[in-house]
């Protein structure tokens, strides 16, 4: 898997390099986190973008949470079906996974079309 990073874009940033991805003929899936509780490295309304190369940008966590929602992602471009993820870890478990002081997450990934 390639990856192109954005880590710190804006979601104008990480709309636009998804566009371009659209213009270039890529399927594209979009992720956005829609609520968190306790801690969160990113916040509601945070943003990433992926194509089928498992080319990213943006972000919507971190750790191994922005891994398993690139996976949903790539597979939400095969079968055009949405995903509503939620992530939740203890305080014990939580640098271990990208929420650096425990918390839940939830990411809902979609196939987006040109």
Request: charged content about 25%; glycine content about 12%.
């Amino acid at each position: 898997m390639t990856t192109d990073i954005l880590p710190e874009s804006s979601q104008d940033d990480v709309l636009a390099q998804a566009d371009a991805w659209l213009d270039a003929g890529d399927k594209v899936a979009l992720a956005t986190v829609v609520r968190t509780w306790g801690s969160s490295p990113r916040p509601i309304g945070s943003q990433l973008a992926i194509n089928a190369d498992g080319r990213f940008a943006g972000s919507v966590s971190g750790g191994c949470i922005e891994g398993a929602v690139i996976t949903e992602a790539l597979e939400t471009m095969e079968d055009g079906k949405p995903r509503k993820l939620e992530f939740g870890v203890s305080d014990a478990m939580a640098w271990e996974v990208g929420l650096a002081c425990g918390g839940e997450i939830e990411v809902f990934v979609e196939k987006l079309d040109a």
